[in-house]
């Protein structure tokens, strides 16, 4: 089953029949012209004896009494000679002999012998029955204008003719089938020389988790060429998922351990201290573990967030919102972590826009941009959020002057468990999931977010998308 899918079996065919093909193409058309000039051939011989017993018919005057013996004998013996029959008539087509003896005397009306009558011989070859049949006007050649006086039809058999057309063909056939054999054989030693790279290919790539090696390469043919190279590619890039996978717990890890450990060690050192520890160093204490709780709902709920856009991607609840409340309601939010990082929250309004949008995912994909422009920036700095909109879509920018992304990073910043700026990172609590939250979140409502940014003076992140929702754009 699985060789009658292969790409050999598939080159094998085509070279067998294109050597075939046109083998057994040639073998007819050699048997068929074979046997279509032995037929003119006997025609033309047949012809010729017609008309040399016409000129002997019309000197003797035969067709007036008809009881010439020599000419009868001559007429049996020439019928024998052909294993077939000879049939004279008059210019009323009445026959005047017949070596079968089965027509004496009868008017002979067939449809070759009328258009011989008009002075054209016709052939008629039965390959059914083994015969052929001339008919022919009898001509007087001495009269000036050549008038017919009678037909001769001549019947013959051509068994023997066949017998050669069949020996003609069985060595045809044999010559077809060795031409088969050979092509067989041929076929399969080129189709393997073709797919062998292919083989190899595979080979390699089977091997490669048993060698050093990093990549494959193959410069058989083009085509392989460019497998290897997308294959490379591919390889490289799983490597950089598999790198960003295991920073990705690394990180997950420590985010959701650290607050465990921190709460933990704030409890036990409630727990050692009784009833003698004063009563701000418990609201304190409290204060420290509530935070670290934050901390670790953040996490999970990043997680929790990224998992629902995956496994219901269809699953929105549209509503027509008002953007600019929502954006003025999420700085609302964000305004205590903006003052705790000195940074101002500036927005812009350039007019009322309203669209229809999943409320709960378009405010998490705003609110993670707005927010990581806070947590990324420098003390005294700002964050501008503008508003505007056409007649087709709604347009958000979110700019900050904070710490920037590096021209290295900023390709990767929407990939899933990405952190850019590694030192920073262990500052800043993260998972490097909420820019890809974000992107899930504007691809679900078909729009587009693009991201421009110089490191050390800031970042833009501009999204688009249509003020309309349509169904019939989930095909994506």
């Known amino acids: 089953m699985k060789f009658s899918k292969s790409l050999q079996l598939r080159f094998m ?51 007036e009494n008809g009881e010439a013996e020599g ?20 210019e009323e087509l009445r026959v005047v002999k017949d070596t079968y003896g089965m027509y004496d005397g009868r008017i002979f009306l067939w449809e070759n012998a009328v258009i011989a009558m008009q002075g054209e011989n016709t052939s008629y070859y039965d390959r059914d029955n083994s015969f052929l049949i001339i008919t022919a006007p009898i001509l007087s050649q001495s009269e000036e204008n050549t008038p017919i006086h009678g037909i001769m039809m001549m019947t013959e058999s051509t068994e023997s003719l066949e017998s050669g057309v069949e020996y003609v063909s069985n060595i045809g056939l044999i010559c077809l089938i060795v031409v088969v054999l050979l092509m067989a054989a041929l076929s399969g030693l080129v189709s393997g020389w073709l797919v062998r ?46 790198d960003s996978r295991q920073e990705f717990v690394s990180n997950v890890s420590h985010e959701l351990k650290t607050p465990l450990a921190s709460i933990k060690v704030l409890a036990d050192s409630i727990n050692m201290m009784g009833d003698d520890a004063p009563i701000e160093m418990y609201r304190e204490f409290m204060g420290d573990i509530t935070t670290e709780v934050d901390r670790e709902t953040k996490t999970i709920n990043d997680l929790l967030s990224l998992v629902r856009m995956d496994k219901s991607k269809a699953d929105l609840n549209i509503t027509i919102t008002n953007i600019n409340e929502l954006l003025e309601l999420i700085l609302k939010r964000l305004e205590p972590l903006a003052a705790k990082q000195e940074v101002e929250l500036v927005m812009e309004s350039f007019r009322p826009v309203t669209a229809e949008v999943d409320e709960v995912k378009f405010s998490l994909a705003i609110m993670n941009l707005i927010e990581n422009a806070i947590k990324y920036n420098n003390a005294g700095g700002w964050v501008h959020v503008s508003i505007n ?61 693009r991201v421009s940014s110089v490191q050390g003076e800031g970042t833009v992140f501009d999204v688009r998308i249509p003020l309309s929702y349509i169904e019939e754009r989930e095909g994506r």
């Not at 000419?71 to 008059?90: K, P």
């Open 197 to 242: 790279p292919l083989h190899e290919l595979s080979s390699s790539i089977n091997d490669l988790g048993k060698t050093n090696e990093s990549s494959i390469t193959s410069n058989a043919y083009s085509e392989t060429r460019e497998i290897a190279e997308s294959f490379n590619h591919y390889q490289q890039m799983m490597r950089v998922l598999d």
């Open 389 to 449: 909109s056409d007649h087709q879509y709604c347009f958000i920018r979110v700019e900050d002057n904070g710490m920037g992304i590096s021209e290295e990073a900023i390709g990767h910043v929407f990939e899933r468990f990405y952190r850019g700026d590694k030192s920073h990172s262990r500052e800043i609590s993260g998972t490097g999931l909420g820019l890809a939250i974000t992107r899930e979140a504007i691809l679900l409502h078909h729009g587009e977010i």
């Open 71 to 90: 000419i009868n004998a001559e007429l049996t013996s020439v019928a024998d000679s052909y294993a077939g029959r000879i049939m004279v008539t008059d």
């Open 13 to 63: 065919l085509f070279l067998l029949g294109a050597g075939v093909l046109p083998a057994l193409i040639i073998t007819f058309v050699l048997i068929t012209s074979y046997e279509s000039q032995m037929i003119s051939s006997e025609i033309r011989r047949l012809n010729v004896q017609v008309g040399l017993l016409s000129g002997e018919i019309i000197t003797s005057g035969y067709l």
